[in-house]
């Protein structure tokens, strides 16, 4: 590998100079690369004499785009089997965002502070900070995948991930924690939303306040995963947005939830009345077959809280003028929160008290740091100052034994 100076006359007779790098790359090819300054073929000639090396240059010439990438990484995700749901969210991300903004640039100029670049552009046209971060991920992905596939040898997104180490303390402070009355219902409204529920979604909304099932999870349940002779269910199944019957979101979401008295109550008497289908649904629509979320959110829950006085003004207002009541909690996420406060508060709270562990699998999580990071604000917290004075006590009465 060599750099050398090249120097040139311009059909005007005008002088120009450029720095060539003269290699030969992993597969036995000849390449030349040419740069305005010395500093920065010195540097290209420094690494890929590294990367030739190793057996992991790959040149310009060789690589793709970044969209080119990206529906290459889409097909390995089609055909890994992944749902409709998480490739139609994984193709928004490279359609909506990654392509329109960075489709055209090589892998090769991928780099940490192209990244930062681009999330600067997404930020400046008002994509939120979630959304940032989810199409930062995909990008990774793309990257991950062109690696695999030789087209790139940097993942500049799992760099910059190293760099920054394991979590993001500004994102760990922008993100808010969950708060009763504002994300977690009180246990005053749980009880009035309860006492407000009726019809065929009184059932769905017992078990969603005392299991903290998922939605997708209670939309899936058979009849028999529901156990209610021994007060469990079993969660082996969920039902997508598409209507596709497939596994919970992970392995920790399969798991056994013991039922409460009044769901097994509940449970009991709706059988008789629910109506049968070929999947043997325990929450299907009328005919049996898979009930669309918004339906159980807008005839269901929603017309439930407002019964039971859980609301806030709306935008819609009556004949007054005066503002009509919406529902406070907009989604189901909501009865899910509230279950994991009920199984971590203290007995004097009405509240289980589980252990953290205990609560990871009631809610199907999928490590312990997504329970803590979700709801480890919650735990009852430890008298840290009353403990010391404990272990002081305890070690300046210890008397020392006889010889």
Sequence with gaps: ???????????????????????????????????????????????????VREGVHVAD????????????????????????????QYRQHLDLHIA????????SKVTVPAVRGFQEE????????????????????????????????????QEMSKRRGSGNAAEKRQKARLRYGVDIPTMGEVRAILEAAQGRYRPFIVTAVFTGMRASELRGLSWPDVDLAKGLI????????????????????????????MVINTLREWRLACPKGELNLVFPNGEGHIEWHQNIIKRGLHPT???????????????????????????????RHWYASWCINSKTDGGLELSPKAVQARMGHSSIQVTFDTYGHLFPATDEAQALADAESRLMTVRPVAG
């Excluded at 030969?24 to 073929?41: E, H, I, N, P, S």
């Excluded at 329109?100 to 892998?107: A, E, F, Q, S």
């Excluded at 919970?248 to 979401?253: F, T, Y």
């Excluded at 039971?308 to 909690?329: C, F, H, I, M, R």
Aim: net charge positive.
């Design 1 to 51: 590998m060599s750099v050398r100076k090249r120097t040139w006359t311009t059909g005007k007779g005008d002088e120009r100079t450029a720095w060539v790098v003269d290699y030969v790359d992993t597969k036995g090819r000849r390449r030349l690369k040419t740069f305005k300054l010395k500093k920065l073929a010195d540097e290209f000639a420094a690494t890929a004499n590294v990367e």
């Design 61 to 88: 010439r060789e690589t793709v785009t970044v969209k080119e990438a990206g529906d290459l990484w889409m097909k390995s995700c089609g055909a890994a089997g992944l749902e409709r749901a998480t490739l139609d």
């Design 100 to 107: 329109p903004m960075i489709g055209d640039v090589k892998l």
């Design 122 to 157: 997404l930020r400046e046209n008002g994509r939120s900070a979630a959304m940032i971060k989810r199409v930062t991920v995909s990008l990774g992905s793309i990257l991950s995948d062109a690696q695999e596939r030789g087209l790139v040898v940097r993942n500049a997104v």
């Design 234 to 261: 079993h969660v082996r199944q969920r039902a997508d947005k598409y209507h596709t019957v497939g596994m919970p979101k992970s392995d920790a979401g399969q798991r056994t939830i013991p039922l409460t008295p």
């Design 305 to 335: 809280m407002i019964r039971a006085g859980v609301t806030v003004p709306g935008s819609q207002q009556d004949e007054a003028g005066n503002p009509l009541p919406a529902p406070k909690y907009t989604g189901l996420h909501a009865l």
